[in-house]
């Protein structure tokens, strides 16, 4: 038997590969004779870098970079086996668990980290970059990164603005002529299944801010403030990207990287592709997926649903095992023989994810001994 186990992370708590490892050990616990492939997959979000980096035998290089919340934090980019791309992602930069619940706010979050983060990256040499933008913590419309890579974003008197959330209120002059020319020579490939556009109430703002932090006025205030630095800033490049699907992704972060010559692509479909994954599921009896948190958004698009479908287009039994299975779920067994959660008994979500691996291993065992009754 032939078992492809292609998870996306449980958010938190373990990454897409010890999510895969772990299944793998429960499996083979049981089904000594079966073929098990390990395929960490990632959708531009936590664990993109270390999906990509697996996947080609590339490596990690350790960086310092300015989180968040602008403190120096420990972070990483990935060079993939090819030795001429590197990959970034936004959620071990600037992303959402890096802040503490009781700081959460998006008006005094920023992406100037990333910014850090590619300049050091041109400085090595490198002039292909993927950039994954899950999982951010921001929504300053990417004013951070652009300042880091030398945009000049001046208030009514005519000093620099911080380079946060708040501060795009204040902006009312703007020079990207100062941006690094290295950036020209380069290719930007961003790694996005969010489609949102930059402003409105499918935008940036409205659909994802308050669970960085933002109240309902706040909201309303960066949505507003996103349009007016838009405009100034589509005024000064001579052209316009807030309306281009994937603008308002990570807090807006898709909107700079487009100004900048950025392609925005399936972040699921970018893993697969470099995994190989589709040829893998094709020889496969069966696949599990699964994540942190399965809900009635998982079927729009979510990295399961791609895996599923792959699985459906060869013929392929397809399970579901996440950290957590929200009811109204429904529509997901068109692709999924069935759905399981690795949440045996009620318990508070801290305890959970302290005890996730021995969770998801006994969850594993259980689905692999009804597996074997199959064979």
């Not at 004779?33 to 350790?62: F, R």
């Not at 399936?266 to 995994?275: R, W």
């Not at 496969?284 to 942190?292: L, P, R, S, Y």
Request: proline letters at 4%.
């Amino acid at each position: 038997m032939r078992i492809v186990i292609a998870p996306d992370s449980y958010k938190g708590s373990l990454s897409a590969k010890e999510v895969g490892i772990t299944v793998m050990k429960a499996f083979s616990s049981v089904m000594s004779d079966a073929t098990i492939s390990v395929v960490p997959m990632a959708d531009g979000g936590e664990g993109t870098v270390d999906a990509l980096v697996y996947a080609t035998n590339g490596k990690i290089k350790p960086m310092k970079v300015l989180g968040p919340l602008l403190d120096p934090v420990d972070s990483y980019f990935g060079v993939l086996g090819d030795e001429q791309t590197a990959v970034v992602e936004v959620a071990n930069i600037a992303g959402l668990t890096m802040v503490p619940k009781e700081k959460r706010n998006p008006l005094q979050t920023s992406t100037y980290g990333l910014g850090q983060m590619m300049q050091m990256i041109l400085e090595q040499g490198y002039r292909r970059i993927i950039i994954g933008l899950g999982g951010s913590a921001t929504n300053d419309g990417g004013l951070g990164m652009l300042q880091a890579l030398g945009a000049r974003f001046y208030n009514q008197e005519g000093e620099p603005v911080r380079p946060i959330g708040a501060e795009l209120a204040e902006i009312k002059t703007v020079d990207f002529g100062s941006l690094d020319p290295r950036l020209k020579e380069c290719e930007l490939l961003v790694a996005c299944d969010v489609t949102n556009p930059l402003c409105g109430e499918k935008g940036a703002s409205y659909v994802f801010g308050m669970q960085k932090g933002a109240t309902p006025k706040q909201v309303e205030l960066l949505d507003q403030w996103l349009q007016q630095y838009a405009h100034l800033v589509e005024t000064n490049v001579g052209k316009s990207f807030q309306h281009h699907p994937g603008a308002g992704a990570a807090g807006g972060l898709g909107f700079a990287l487009l100004l900048l010559g950025a392609r925005i692509q399936s972040g699921a479909q970018m893993v697969a592709q470099a995994t190989g994954l589709e040829e893998k599921i094709r020889q496969a009896d069966w696949v599990i997926t699964g994540e942190g948190k399965t809900d009635f958004q998982t079927y729009y698009g979510k990295l399961p649903m791609y895996v599923a479908s792959l699985a459906k287009k060869h013929g392929v039994k397809a399970l579901l095992l996440s950290g957590s299975v929200d009811s109204g779920c429904d529509q997901l067994y068109e692709y999924f023989v069935s759905l399981h959660s690795i949440m045996r008994r009620p318990m508070p979500l801290e305890q959970a994810m302290d005890e996730v691996k021995e969770l998801l291993f006994d969850s594993a065992r259980n689905l692999a001994r009804l597996i074997a009754l199959t064979v």
